[in-house]
């Protein structure tokens, strides 16, 4: 979509973006595209997170046997229906996604999916950390987001970017820079510059349920050790103690100076 046919398609429709949502609409059709390729459309039934206007949704059909979009927004969710009015291979869900239950959505997406999103700055965490915590089987996602945003997924230990979110990515994806977008990209023109990342998951890697708890345990303070952090969650400190000697973890170490590795251990100890 251009720019001229998103200011047409909200003019058809009466409607203006909505910054509480943070509605800056991408407005260059051949990063679309290459969004929806490097998403693994071609490959795998698609997840899609806040379509909008579906300048995504669109390239997305081209490639997907079947994309379903949840979409918050009541007034985007009329203007998908009536552009997508014939596509056969589209499923709509007028939901806020953190609500979404996604064991309900799961047979919709088969034994392995994509995930396709361009996700406002104020939801970018939340919305990701249900994703990577989540038991779909999502083989690639292709994520716009925020530059800043961007950062955390493949941020160092110690750095201050470094947290929950970055330790969930590492361990479960390869995660690589597709590109970076200027405001100029989209319309209305956002403040910040946005980059596109695609994980591809690794192979090999196990699910570990218990990886998110240990993670919010660990993070809770983050100037505590992990010692003060995992007896905060209900340890004794004898058992705190002989997990991380377990793990190889020095009682005295801070959760953000930590290893993704390190975090894996101690999720497989608490199994």
Known sequence: MTVAEIKSLLVTHGLAPNRALGQNFLADEAVASAIA??????????????????ALTEPLLCLSLHVTAVEIDASMVRVLQARFANAGNFTLLHEDFLETDLTAVAPL?????????????????PVCMKLLASALPIERMALMLQKEAAERFTALPGSRQY????????RYY?????????????????????????????????????????????????????MNNLRGAGLSRENAEALLEKCGIPPAARAEALPPEAFARLAEAML
């Open 174 to 226: 390869d995660i690589k820079l597709l590109m970076e977008l200027s405001p100029a990209r989209y319309y209305p023109q956002p403040e910040v510059d946005s980059a596109v990342l695609t994980l591809a998951r690794r192979p090999g890697v196990t699910d570990l349920p218990a990886l998110p708890r240990v993670l919010a345990s660990a993070f809770s303070m983050r100037r505590k050790t992990l």
């Open 163 to 170: 947290g929950p979110l970055t330790v969930l990515a590492q």
């Open 109 to 125: 997406l088969g034994a392995k999916c994509a995930v396709a999103a361009n996700l406002p700055y104020y939801v970018t965490t």
């Open 37 to 54: 390729e490097a998403s693994g459309a071609a490959e795998f039934p698609v997840l899609e997170i806040g379509p909008g206007l579906g």
